[in-house]
């Protein structure tokens, strides 16, 4: 299985149709599972749970995270790739309320983020959405990987043949 290229795998991160899940450490230190929206820019990741949101107060307690980016299997170029992230994540914003100001930079990738699952989304709409979910509040987090593995397509041949073929 070929890695993607760092182009390759900026395209495919970018697409609205992939789903970024997010695995975090609960109260307990088990894994805690969850899909969300995410955005990449920079080669850094940007997650905004909703304040009240299990998986935030995780993150803001212990920033260990891996995420696991795949989808797109409707699309045969897209197939079977993936992006697999290990990293900490660290609280940059929240929990409030997603900042008033259109010029201020938690609210710039909050859109930005938002926009990538809905590239048409106007500023004014985001503007209309976030005005009818202020009561909710978000955290935003900032992960910088320290470890990034890509791959797509066939099974690599390291997994061809891994059992001897039975003689009946």
Not at 133 to 139: L, Q, Y
Request: hydrophobic fraction near 35%; include cysteine.
């Amino acid at each position: 299985m070929p890695k993607l290229t760092p182009e390759q795998m900026r395209d495919f991160l970018a697409r609205p149709d992939v789903v970024c899940h997010i695995s975090c450490l609960d109260d307990d230190g088990a894994p805690y599972l969850v899909p969300t929206f995410y955005l990449y820019e920079d080669d850094v990741f940007y997650l905004w749970p909703r304040a009240r949101s299990r998986w935030g107060e995780y993150l803001e307690r212990d920033g260990r995270v891996a995420l696991c980016i795949d989808g797109g299997v409707e699309d045969p170029d897209q197939w079977a790739k993936r992006v697999v992230v290990r990293g900490r994540a660290e609280l940059i914003f929240g929990p409030g309320r997603i900042p008033d100001n259109p010029e201020n930079p938690v609210r710039q990738l909050v859109y930005r983020t938002v926009r990538r699952s809905d590239p048409d989304l106007t500023f004014a709409d985001f503007v209309s959405w976030a005005a009818g979910i202020e009561d909710v509040g978000f955290r935003l987090f900032r992960v910088e990987p320290s470890k990034v593995t890509s791959w797509w397509g066939e099974y690599a041949k390291r997994y061809r043949n891994a059992y001897p073929t039975p003689v009946w």
